[in-house]
T-cell receptor, first 116, second 111 residues
Framework: GAVVSQHPSRVICKSGTSVKIECRSLDFQATTMFWYRQFPKQSLMLMATSNEGSKATYEQGVEKDKFLINHASLTLSTLTVTSAHPEDSSFYIC????????????FGNGTRLTVT | LAKTTQPISMDSYEGQEVNITCSHNNIATNDYITWYQQFPSQGPRFIIQGYKTKVTNEVASLFIPADRKSSTLSLPRVSLSDTAVYYCLVGDGDSNYQLIWGAGTKLIIKP
């Protein structure tokens, strides 16, 4: 089945630093990638939608200058958390799909970010 | 905006059939209804998707009535390893490509 690789799986960083999370589709072309945040015992919350070659569309309340998303190719999207603060500590998950084929979303295994 | 409703939690026992229903209104008329399973600290895993009537694969069945205002995920003969959170996912009827998640149902399987 389709595989999405997300890296790193866990990262601890100091307050004020930036962290980059990568999301790769390994065996299909991802026209669209989604980035989610999930707090403990809560549902996934969509942060932004990115279509390859276009600027990401951010959900209300998500700061685009803080959460930089790049989707420059059909197999790679990155999320950079800039100037991270402890309240940014969360579980970040990406998903990818090829909207041309209406394929289901395939998810990465998530990145647990801890900001100290 | 589409709205979804799922039970917060359910309990069952090994070997039983479990049905989890998601109510959803104002969903996209041309989009699939999809269910995912999520274990702690992992990304959601695709289980099954359907458009209408009944779909079955090797792990589950999905029942969708003609009005598509709900969908029921059926897990036959559950085991302890099926303990997880189950999410329904639908397309929003008011906007293109907007996807709406259910809040998730925490399923606990007991021996």
């Amino acid at each position: 089945g389709a595989v999405v690789s997300q890296h790193p799986s866990r990262v601890i960083c100091k307050s004020g630093t930036s962290v980059k999370i990568e999301c790769r589709s390994l065996d299909f072309q991802a026209t669209t990638m989604f980035w989610y945040r999930q707090f403990p015992k809560q549902s996934l919350m969509l942060m932004a939608t990115s279509n390859e070659g276009s600027k990401a569309t951010y959900e209300q309340g998500v700061e685009k200058d803080k959460f930089l998303i790049n989707h420059a190719s059909l197999t790679l999207s990155t999320l950079t958390v800039t100037s991270a603060h402890p309240e940014d500590s969360s579980f970040y998950i990406c998903s990818a799909t090829d909207r041309r084929t209406n394929s289901p979303l395939h998810f990465g295994n998530g990145t647990r970010l801890t900001v100290t | 905006l589409a709205k979804t409703t799922q039970p917060i939690s359910m309990d069952s026992y090994e070997g039983q059939e479990v049905n989890i229903t998601c109510s959803h209104n104002n969903i996209a008329t041309n989009d699939y209804i999809t269910w995912y399973q999520q274990f702690p600290s992992q990304g959601p895993r695709f289980i099954i998707q359907g458009y209408k009537t009944k779909v079955t694969n090797e792990v589950a069945s999905l029942f969708i009535p003609a009005d598509r205002k709900s969908s029921t995920l059926s897990l036959p003969r559950v085991s302890l390893s099926d303990t997880a959170v189950y999410y329904c996912l639908v397309g929003d009827g008011d906007s293109n490509y907007q996807l709406i998640w259910g809040a998730g149902t925490k399923l606990i399987i007991k021996p």
